[in-house]
């Protein structure tokens, strides 16, 4: 049986992401457990989001990678790209039910991602020459920003900190 995620907008925009045990059983009969969001740098509350590239995607994209991975380190390498790649690409059409329908029920932009499209689009991205290329470089040794000497070496050397007047 294959897991999976399922997400959709409820009322308000409100954002649902959930970890589903099986996408093949019926609705009834699932397991349903929410999915995280893991902060990405010290901006704000993290939030889910998708169907564009940004912040929240990267977000969806971190939380559901390191759910599939068990790994956040190696989430992180792929986050970007499998944000770009797949939850940019998620349907974000706003909720908006008919008078008729349970608005707690009524779920119209409800999209799902299994276990097998979450590999499938991992090996496309670890096979990308773009991807590879910019982990490479990720990879380099950087160097320093500056060549100026630190403050503390200019007053060793008896030079002094401040600007000349002119």
Not at 36 to 65: D, K
Not at 86 to 110: C, E
Request: charged share 30%; aromatic share 8%.
């Amino acid at each position: 049986m294959a897991y999976g995620y399922m997400g959709w907008r409820g009322q308000g925009d409100t954002r649902y992401v959930k970890r589903v045990d099986s996408i093949e059983k019926p609705e009834e009969e699932r397991q349903h457990a929410n999915l995280n969001p893991i902060r990405i740098g010290n901006r704000g509350i993290p939030e889910f989001e998708w169907g564009y590239f940004g912040r929240g995607p990267r977000c969806l994209a971190l939380s559901m990678l390191t759910d599939h991975l068990g790994a956040e380190a190696e989430a992180r390498v792929y986050m970007e790209a499998f944000a770009m790649k797949v939850i940019s690409a998620l349907p974000t059409v706003p909720f908006n039910p008919s008078p008729s329908s349970d608005p707690w029920t009524a779920r119209p932009t409800r999209w799902t991602l299994t276990e097998e499209d979450i590999d499938k689009a991992l090996e496309e991205i670890k096979k990308s020459q773009d991807f590879r290329r910019r982990r490479a470089a990720s990879l380099t040794p950087r160097r320093a920003a500056t060549t100026r000497p630190s403050r503390l070496r200019q007053k060793q050397q008896g030079r002094t900190t401040r600007p000349r007047p002119r």
